[in-house]
């Protein structure tokens, strides 16, 4: 994880051989994935970690839009201290939302997380008590 923030904090362009643009496809035949040489571990690495990091922020923005959330935050042990992380999903959020719904991160996870768990077992509770039969 360190050497993948490291080499992306280095080149923060994404990797030639995987992207969409003209000037990428040029450059594709010196890239790795070109078959020329077999790609690096980091490479796999990051590619894994943007992956992951784009797939989380569209099924954040996915439900954000279809429970017509306007704010969304990020938490977590995935998301904490990972600059790398933080800015994919600022990124891949701008392009879901068309610009219209930042990222947020929480740095106090455990709070959030705590609140979220209350919040959830008091309607587990309220619901739990509208289906139990009342004594008369």
């Known amino acids: 994880m360190d050497s993948a923030h490291r080499r992306m904090t280095r080149r923060d362009t994404p990797d030639p051989s995987v992207g969409d ?12 994935a070109a078959g020329t040489e077999a790609p690096q571990p980091i ?43 933080q800015r994919q999903i600022s990124r891949s959020m701008q392009y879901w939302s068309g610009g219209h719904l930042p990222a947020y991160f929480m740095e106090p996870d455990g709070y959030v997380g705590t609140i979220g768990s209350l919040q959830h077992s008091s309607q587990l509770r309220s619901a739990a008590a509208l289906a139990s039969p009342t004594k008369q």
């Open 21 to 32: 643009g003209d000037a990428r496809m040029r450059r594709a035949s010196t890239a790795p």
């Open 43 to 85: 490479d796999i690495v990051r590619s894994l970690l943007l992956m992951i990091a784009n797939n989380v922020t569209q099924l954040a923005f996915l439900t954000s839009k279809s429970e017509g959330i306007k704010t969304v935050f990020f938490t977590g042990g995935f998301v904490r201290n990972n600059s790398v992380v």
